[in-house]
Each structure stands twice: as structure tokens, then as C-alpha cells.
Nanobody, 129 residues
């Protein structure tokens, strides 16, 4: 079992940058895909599996991005620290959301999301104004 804890969210002005992190603990070697998702305000009632996928990174280091993230966001991970990151630049008000990290067993590259997700973090709020 993998536990995920996000951090680094906050408030930022339009055009600013923010880097969120996700610390993994437990059986971290079991996962193949790590990814970031987000839920916009008003969608908190939706299942996490229906969240908007932002980016993924596989054990081989390959990354995928949703169109909304391409050119602005960068996903990365530090295996030594068991930490996943999402660097977000040129932020827009529509990026305001709760950001969640997830671990899954595979990658759906076309959709920029992990498959067979077995663990979610509790989320970190990002507000852009």
C-alpha cells in the first residue's frame, strides 16, 4: 500500500508560478505510474477518478501532459526522496483547483492519466487570482 501526501499549494497571481509536491511512503516500488489530477471548484462532489488528468510520469521517466498543461506545467520525481512534483508556470485563474497526486499500475498516454489507480492523496489547494 502506498500513502501519498501533497503539499505546496497556495494562492498566486495570474502569470505566477507554484510547485506542488507529493511525498510517497509505503510500498513505493510497486507503482508504475504517478500522476497529477485536479478538481475545479464546484466539482468536489465528483469521484476522484473523474477528475481532470494533468500529467503522468512512468517508472521509465516518460511523461505525458494534458493539453491544458502542455508548455506550462512540468511533472518530475525524485526517486531518492520518493517525491513527485508538479511545477506550474504562467498560471491562469482557470488553474484554480484542488490538486491530487495518484499512483497507478499503468499509463494511458493519450489521456495523460494513470490507469488502475490504487492510491490518492488528500489534495492541495491552488488558487490563482
Amino acid at each position: 500500500h502506498v500513502q501519498l501526501v501533497e503539499s505546496g499549494g497556495g494562492s498566486v497571481q495570474t502569470g505566477g508560478s507554484l510547485k506542488v509536491s507529493c511525498l510517497a511512503s509505503g510500498d513505493v516500488d510497486s507503482g508504475y505510474c504517478m500522476g497529477w489530477f485536479r478538481q475545479a471548484p464546484g466539482k468536489e462532489h465528483e469521484a476522484l477518478a473523474a477528475s481532470e488528468a494533468i500529467a503522468t510520469i512512468g517508472n521509465d521517466g516518460r511523461t505525458t501532459y494534458a493539453d491544458s498543461a502542455k508548455g506550462r506545467f512540468t511533472i518530475s520525481k525524485d526517486n531518492a526522496k520518493n517525491t513527485l512534483y508538479l511545477q506550474m508556470n504562467s498560471l491562469k485563474p482557470e488553474d484554480t483547483a484542488m490538486y491530487y497526486c495518484a499512483a497507478g499500475s499503468g499509463v494511458d498516454g493519450a489521456a495523460a492519466r494513470c490507469r488502475a489507480i490504487y492510491s490518492w492523496g488528500d489534495g492541495t489547494q491552488v488558487t490563482v487570482s
